[in-house]
């Protein structure tokens, strides 16, 4: 059974910075693509950004330029840095991984990702 959990999450004021992490624990799979997503009460779950596994990144419009992904394979571990942080990045913040066989394309859509962590809040607010 492959858990994903994240960490690192909290509040913090507008301009503020947080790192969040995901571990990857059980069987390990040979993960391609590593993601975020988010999602704010009312709204669709939505992508943030993505890593694969040779280190190519994408991200949101909403958030390019404040955040950054990266992945250490060895631990099958991802971490997002959110600097310069605003009230609309409140939300709760979803680590995912695909199965090893996704294609780049289909990078932006949830169903593409095949594990899922449990979700950790993120509060922007003075």
């Known amino acids: 059974q492959v858990e994903l959990v994240e960490s690192g999450g909290g509040l913090v004021q507008p301009g503020g910075s947080l790192r969040l992490s995901c571990a990857t624990s059980?069987?390990?799979?040979?993960?391609?693509?590593m993601a975020w997503f988010r999602q704010a009460p009312g709204r669709e779950r939505e992508f943030v950004a993505c890593i694969r596994r040779d280190r190519a990144t994408s991200y949101a419009d909403s958030v390019k330029g404040r955040f950054t992904i990266s992945r250490d394979n060895a631990k099958n571990t991802i971490y997002l840095q959110m600097d310069t942080l605003k009230p609309e990045d409140t939300a709760s913040y979803y680590c995912?991984?695909?199965?090893?066989?996704?294609?780049?394309?289909?990078?932006?859509?949830?169903?593409?990702?095949?594990?899922w962590g449990q979700g950790i809040q993120v509060t922007v607010s003075s």
């Open positions: 059980g069987a390990t799979p040979t993960t391609r693509l």
């Open positions: 995912a991984a695909d199965n090893g066989r996704s294609i780049w394309s289909s990078r932006y859509t949830a169903s593409t990702y095949y594990y």
